[in-house]
């Protein structure tokens, strides 16, 4: 509510708060403070907000990663939405994701080697 509040316009509030509370998949547990939330209920509200809220770029650290497959999968559907008007600097370990939402991509090695990729083809 706090970052709704601060983001968004007075008439949008509501609505923003309604969004979040929507795709964190909360229930019950999304008026309690946040020290009290589990690290993946705090990546679900993470998701939620960025989602509630229209940015010219998304940073978006292993989206794999956050919650099960249905909240995955409806992570995958936003940035599809998003992807026609936004850009996204990700972080994967999964290829199949990179190359669905990247255009160019960089490798950091093990040995410390960076490759740059220009078009990401699995």
């Known amino acids: 509510k706090f970052v709704a509040r601060l983001y968004a316009k007075r008439d949008e509030l509501k609505k923003k708060i309604e969004f979040v509370e929507?795709?964190?998949?909360?229930?019950q547990y999304f008026d309690m403070p946040i020290k009290t939330y589990?690290?993946?209920m705090r990546s679900r509200l993470g998701f939620g907000l960025s989602m509630a809220f229209k940015?010219?770029?998304y940073i978006v650290d292993e989206v794999t990663a956050v919650?099960?497959?249905?909240f995955r999968t409806k992570c995958y559907h936003y940035f599809k939405e998003r992807r026609s008007e936004s850009n996204f600097l990700m972080v994967s370990h999964n290829l199949n994701v990179l190359?669905?939402?990247?255009?160019?991509a960089l490798l950091?090695?093990?040995?410390?080697?960076v490759i740059y990729y220009?078009?990401?083809k699995i």
Do not use: M, R, V
């Open 22 to 27: 929507e795709f964190s998949e909360l229930g």
């Open 38 to 40: 589990s690290s993946g």
């Open 55 to 57: 940015f010219d770029y």
């Open 67 to 70: 919650g099960d497959a249905k």
């Open 99 to 104: 190359s669905e939402y990247c255009d160019a």
């Open 108 to 113: 950091f090695t093990k040995d410390k080697q």
């Open 118 to 120: 220009d078009d990401i």
